[in-house]
């Protein structure tokens, strides 16, 4: 007689279990805000440079670690300045700076690198080192960007994340027929794409509506367009890093989670919806639409 396929593995509990673990570590600090958040963001950040590296080292790539991680804790320090009363508008003031200087500061750090221990700077090196502290640095500092301006706000965002994340992977296990993008990542389909992207819209809705005093007599629309943002974007980012990895021939980005990947593979969907949601917010919702 056949055995009977589980809906649910054992190793599909044992990810619940963890993700369950890693929203409780994260609601916990997105709830205190202030310098708990950034702490713990400057945390993770040092441990997912270290993964982004060991990605690019893999394809034979060499950026510049440390002026990554600098850059990366300016973004996240120059984000954390609202917390200790500067102006809401500055770190996007400041941002524009401390991109400019990090990549400046990239191209006299690689040209002047070259000896036994490093090999002189390639394209490639100039390349990955910028795109290391964008992705880790820039993107994640609009955590704490996003918080500055409302607990709900930024607790919708990852929620909706979460379900799409949670969405697309069991939609896939139970409707998945037809590949996304083998070429990027063999197991995502678009049954599960949509999957995802139908959950996320729905949870954001509910969430916005149950919480429709922060966001104004429009806020079923709020809904349905940070649903929008999360189910799409949370998507790009998972085929983003699935890139990465499979371009360096690695499964997972680490073992920091032991045998379900590192942090980078938790957080990769999240990095990419946070900022649309934070410029989305505040313009449209706050209505702090500023040029200046």
């Not at 965002?157 to 697309?168: E, M, N, R």
Request: with cysteine.
């Amino acid at each position: 007689m056949a055995k009977e396929k589980k809906i649910i593995s054992s190793e599909q509990v044992s990810r619940l279990i963890i993700g369950l673990l890693i929203f409780f570590i994260a609601f916990m600090t997105l709830y205190f805000g202030s310098w708990v958040l950034s702490a713990l963001l400057l945390f993770v950040i040092w441990h997912v440079n270290t993964e982004f590296i060991n990605i690019v080292r893999q394809r034979g790539i060499n950026p510049s670690n440390k002026w990554i991680r600098f850059v990366s804790v300016l973004f996240i320090l120059v984000s954390s300045l609202p917390a200790i009363g500067f102006s809401e508008n500055l770190p996007m003031k400041l941002f524009i700076f401390v991109f400019i200087f990090g990549v400046i500061g990239c191209f006299f750090r690689l040209i002047f690198r070259g000896n036994k221990k490093e090999p002189i700077a390639t394209i490639p090196d100039i390349g990955a080192s910028v795109l290391g502290f964008v992705y880790i640095g820039l993107l994640p500092s609009f955590l704490i960007l996003l918080r500055h301006l409302g607990f709900v706000y930024v607790i919708i965002a990852i929620v909706s994340t979460a379900f799409c994340d949670i969405g697309a992977y069991y939609g896939g296990k139970l409707f998945g027929k037809t590949a996304l993008r083998p070429e990027i990542s063999a197991k995502k389909t678009l049954e599960g794409s949509i999957s995802g992207f139908v959950s996320s819209m729905l949870i954001s809705i509910i969430l916005v509506s149950l919480n429709r005093h922060a966001f104004g007599d429009n806020y079923l629309f709020h809904g349905v367009i940070i649903g929008l943002f999360a189910g799409i974007f949370s998507q790009f980012g998972d085929l983003f890093e699935s890139l990465l990895k499979r371009d360096a021939g690695l499964k997972d980005s680490g073992k920091a989670l032991l045998s379900h990947g590192g942090i980078l593979d938790r957080i990769d969907s999240y990095l990419f919806v946070l900022w649309a949601v934070y410029f989305y917010v505040n313009w449209f919702v706050l209505h702090n639409f500023i040029f200046y």
